[in-house]
Nanobody, 123 residues
Framework: QVQLVESGGGLVQAGGSLRLSCAAS????????MGWFRQAPGKEREFVAA????????VYADSVKGRFTISRDIAKNTMYLQMNSLKPEDTAVYYC????????????????WGQGTQVTVSS
């Protein structure tokens, strides 16, 4: 059983920064890729960023490219999302997710999800 727990959300002014963390636990945790997604009120959940666990290859949504940085610490089983130059439109619940099956598609078909952490950016 894999558990993912997000932390680091909060309220920040536009232009500010936040760092989200996702701590993973499980007897044999070894995902192929981990990612961040977000869901704003009234909108569908959308892909934000992903990182392959072993190789460290990254992919970003166009809306966050250049502002957000995804990283991971394999020894700590933890993934991070550094969010800079935040905008009000970044306001959402942010979820971390893990996918165990290898795939060229890093944006879909995740099989483990966290509970989410709220990020609110005020203007």
């Amino acid at each position: 059983q894999v558990q993912l727990v997000e932390s680091g959300g909060g309220l920040v002014q536009a232009g500010g920064s936040l760092r989200l963390s996702c701590a993973a636990s499980g007897r044999t945790f070894s995902p192929f890729v981990m990612g961040w997604f977000r869901q704003a009120p009234g909108k569908e959940r959308e892909f934000v960023a992903a990182i392959t666990w072993r190789g460290g290859n990254t992919v970003y949504a166009d809306s966050v490219k250049g502002r957000f940085t995804i990283s991971r610490d394999i020894a700590k089983n933890t993934m991070y999302l550094q969010m800079n130059s935040l905008k009000p439109e970044d306001t959402a619940v942010y979820y971390c997710a893990a996918k165990t099956k290898a795939s060229s598609d890093l944006r879909n078909s995740y099989n483990y999800w966290g509970q989410g952490t709220q990020v609110t950016v005020s203007s």
